[in-house]
């Protein structure tokens, strides 16, 4: 991602750019419509009624089941969306029953056209620019976490898991029924939700009062209803719910679920000899999910395979920092939130991180590149994972993980990775009904080290966190503050390797810190406070202050760029959202930043503006701009790889986009982008072209083109040490990337799918005007570096291809067949190079595939 979009995304955070309830809306139409009105939110009902069943309702999609005669009616729906408070054009009805084991829900959604119900199919958990009915059940009553149900009228589901009031985790996947159909007076969707799917104090003695979010989307106007009324300018959503009463005498459900699996794979292998073969294996798992009681639940793994999960998309990277790549494994995703604990929120890739990143476990191995070949495995095995999460009624939320993996050997049977054991507590207390709030963070990671691995890896790594958090000012306004240590431990080599990563950077010449080679244990601390509004008016700002000591270290199980560092952030908005002739909504964003190193040296300061419109007709404009660098000096004291801070020109970068309307079978999206650094010396520009298609109800896909051409004067090349002299030395860089993405979507019904990807990545670069640093901290740009006699400094070109082709049928609920294809290519010259099209791109199919075939069946059952 270029810089100017990645900032856009790391400077709007800290509160969402509109509205939590997921941003699919856009504006209505008028036409033919009768004049409406708003109506007085307070005096309307939030209090809704659930039924006791005297007999079940059959779930097929029909409202004239006898059973739903005897159910309350609520219908005070309102529209949020594009005009709030607004009595909607179409009416809503829901009713609710419920029995000892199940949660039933009608909704009858009228419209006088139902021909133009939008219905598209999609696979399950996919959203199309459908018409669609969401539940939004907070079953703790405790106005920060709920689930949400999801049904368009082609039946297709959706469920979420929230929780801190607006956060969605959309890998949450719950057993439940469905079914949906278009009739003459619009269509209706009919739920039947488990109680043992849903987590809640049952009370054995008087009624469950659960909260009830309930939204409604006309996708042919981009209305959008609820009830009871939902505001966007309030914070949070779940906070909002309604009430469900009358759910009495609720049991204990019993909850059970034991999926086995049994995988056949073959896999693509290149040996010793350089021969490539094809083994076939097998592999049995399973996943265990068992309720202690109605609040705690415990998920188990054991020998988990996540082959159906898509790779990671392809980077070169030539920063000093390492890459971050997001969880896409089905059992770290689900239930995530409740071990988020963040120590960062200002990394331009990164987004927020924290004490707890689950990829460090089943990592690639860490010494692959020293004691590894082709045929050495690029993954750590997960022999078994467990996890305990819940809330309890007091308020007190729980999560706990376990993790062992496996040793990894590479060649002549040397350690490449050690058995690992890692374990995380997290602990979470709501006060004042859920508007504040603290808790506690621990994790620890053990190695089981021998003599290949013992120099090189960490043996124990420890961290612990207090966070706290206090809403204020009718909830628009919160207060937040995080606490943080950290403990490592291992051989002298090992601790000596960590002082001189790029994380802390202890063998620099020129600040204060001392590298220590005798030291076997590294410890350190961090600090954040944050003061924010996210609610109330036009206006929203958060303003953060956080600090790093040079010694904190949390990468063995969390994810931390560098340490050293202090980072003061302001962020200040204006949103815009009642529409006008002009636009139907939009958000103007102000942002300053600036970071320190720890002994006070200046490594950032920058301001940036964005803006973001969706105009009448559901087209969005976007732009933005950075500078930095004109209101102080600045310096990168990770430019030389543990060389000295050299200091940083001016510089500055601006973005360009454009939507177009969602509604329609394509759409086309334009991003572009421009820098300018170095005193002109350094340049960039990229643009990112996609399209987005809709051939039928039942057939979608996408393409986009990623092209940036950019000139970077000062990019690091190496340290070299010439007549007993370290010399840092920089190169110009002039380097061409493209990365073209293709994904096909085939939806047969909505338990049979077949999804393509696709992503050739070519990157090319070539070194000249090799330097070394002279006077790093010069005012003038070329006083800073001098010519190095190194000959040719040489170049890359890196031609890679990754696809994934899944069919994936839920042959019976919750029980799932995947058929998996998966194929790598990979050619790489470390020779200097120009860009050639189509060449680079075409020549990567000629290195050899790496294929993957994998069939991979799991059966459901609930004992």
Not at 298 to 312: K, L, M, R, S
């Amino acid at each position: 991602m270029h810089v100017s979009l990645s900032l856009f995304g790391l400077l709007t955070s800290g509160a969402l750019l509109f509205a939590p309830i997921e941003t699919s809306a856009q504006p209505s139409s008028n036409a033919g419509s009768p004049a409406r009105g708003t109506a007085d939110p307070s005096a309307l009902a939030r209090r809704g009624f659930a039924s006791r069943a005297t007999q079940a309702p059959t779930i097929d999609g029909r409202a004239d089941d006898v059973a739903w005669q005897s159910a309350r009616v609520i219908d005070e729906f309102l529209e949020y969306e594009p005009t709030p408070g607004a009595v909607p054009r179409f009416r809503t009805e829901l009713r609710v029953l419920y029995d000892d084991r199940y949660l039933y829900v009608l909704g009858r959604m009228y419209d006088p056209a139902p021909d133009s119900i939008i219905s598209l199919l999609s696979r399950r958990d996919i959203r199309t620019e459908s018409e669609q009915l969401k539940l939004v059940i907070d079953s703790y009553h405790d106005r920060r976490t709920a689930y949400q149900f999801i049904v368009n009228p082609a039946g297709v589901k959706r469920d979420f898991y929230v929780y801190n009031d607006n956060v969605e985790d959309v890998t949450w996947d719950a057993v439940w029924d469905a079914s949906a159909s278009i009739d003459s007076l619009g269509w209706v969707a009919e739920f039947r939700i488990p109680f043992s799917q849903m987590r809640f104090n049952a009370q054995m003695a008087g009624d469950n009062t659960f909260g009830l979010l309930v939204v409604r989307d006309v996708a042919r106007t981009r209305q959008r209803i609820s009830w009871p009324l939902y505001r966007r300018d309030a914070q949070g959503y779940v906070s909002q719910a309604g009430e469900l009463a009358g759910i009495a005498q609720l049991r204990q459900p019993r909850r059970i679920e034991i999926t086995p699996y049994v995988v056949e794979k073959t896999q693509t292998r290149q040996m010793a000899n350089g021969r490539f073969e094809q083994p076939l294996s097998q592999a049995f798992g399973a996943d265990v999910k068992v309720g202690i009681g109605s609040n705690l639940t415990v998920d188990a793994t054991i020998n988990p395979d996540f082959g159906q999960v898509e790779a990671d998309p392809s980077v070169l990277n030539l920063t000093a920092f390492e890459q971050f790549f997001e969880e896409r494994r089905p059992f770290f995703l689900e239930g995530a939130g409740i071990f988020q604990f963040r120590t960062a929120c200002g990394d331009i890739d990164t987004g927020c991180t924290g004490l707890f990143y689950s990829r460090r476990i089943g990592r690639s191995p860490q010494l692959l590149g020293r004691y590894g070949d082709a045929a050495s495995p690029t993954a750590s095995r997960i022999l078994g994972a467990g996890k305990l999460s819940g809330r309890l009624a007091n308020g007190l939320s729980i999560g706990a993980l376990t993790a062992v993996t496996e040793r990894e050997v590479g060649t002549q049977s040397r350690t490449i990775e050690p058995q690992s054991s890692y374990g995380v507590l997290r602990l979470q207390q709501d006060l004042r009904n859920g508007q504040s709030g603290i808790g506690v963070m621990f994790t620890g990671v053990t190695r089981s080290l021998d003599d290949w691995s013992r120099p090189f890896i960490r043996d124990g790594a420890y961290t612990g966190g207090l966070d706290l958090r206090h809403r204020f000012l009718r909830n628009n306004y919160e207060l937040a503050a995080s606490f943080a240590g950290s403990v490592v431990t291992g051989s002298a080599t090992a601790i000596t390797a960590t002082q001189r990563s790029s994380v802390h950077q202890y063998d620099r010449p020129d600040d204060n810190l001392v590298l220590d080679t005798t030291r076997t244990s590294l410890a350190g601390d961090m600090q954040r406070v944050s003061v924010s509004k996210f609610g109330g008016g036009i206006t929203r700002f958060q303003t953060v202050l956080q600090r790093f000591s040079p010694g904190f270290e949390s990468n063995d199980l969390g994810f931390l760029s560098r340490a050293d560092q202090m980072m003061f952030r302001n962020w200040f908005a204006l949103q815009y959202t009642r529409p006008t002739r002009l636009y139907r909504r939009a958000q103007v964003n102000f942002n300053t930043f600036n970071t320190w190193s720890a002994a006070g040296l200046a490594t950032a300061q920058g301001l940036n503006t964005n803006a973001h419109m969706e105009l009448p007709n559901t087209w969005w404009l976007h732009g933005g701009m950075n500078a930095n660098g004109y209101l102080m000096s600045f310096y990168d004291d990770r430019a030389a790889r543990g060389g000295p801070a050299v200091r940083q020109s001016q510089n500055g970068n601006f973005f360009l986009g454009i939507e177009g309307d969602r509604r329609r079978w394509y759409t086309p999206v334009l991003f572009a982008g421009a820098s300018r650094g170095d005193d002109g010396r350094s340049s960039s520009r990229w643009f990112e072209p996609s399209v987005q298609v809709r051939s039928s109800s039942r057939f979608s896909g996408s393409l986009a083109f990623n092209y940036d051409s950019r000139v970077t004067d000062a990019q690091w090349h190496s340290n070299r040490t010439v007549d007993g002299t370290m010399r840092y030395t920089f190169a110009r860089l002039d380097q061409q990337t493209l990365r073209t993405t293709v994904r096909v979507n085939y939806t047969m019904t909505p338990t049979l799918s077949l999804q393509v990807y696709g992503q050739p990545f070519v990157t090319t670069g070539s070194y000249s005007q090799w330097r070394e640093l002279a006077s790093p901290r010069a005012d003038v740009y070329g006083d800073r570096f001098r010519p190095h006699a190194g000959g040719d400094p040489g170049g890359f070109r890196v031609r890679e291809f990754r696809s994934n082709t899944v069919v994936r049928w839920e042959y019976r609920p919750a029980s799932v067949l995947f058929l998996v294809w998966q194929q790598g290519r990979n050619l790489s010259e470390p020779t200097a190079s120009q860009f050639r099209f189509p060449q680079d791109v075409t020549q990567v199919f000629e290195a050899h595939p790496m294929n993957t075939l994998l069939v991979k069946a799991s059966f459901w059952f609930n004992p």
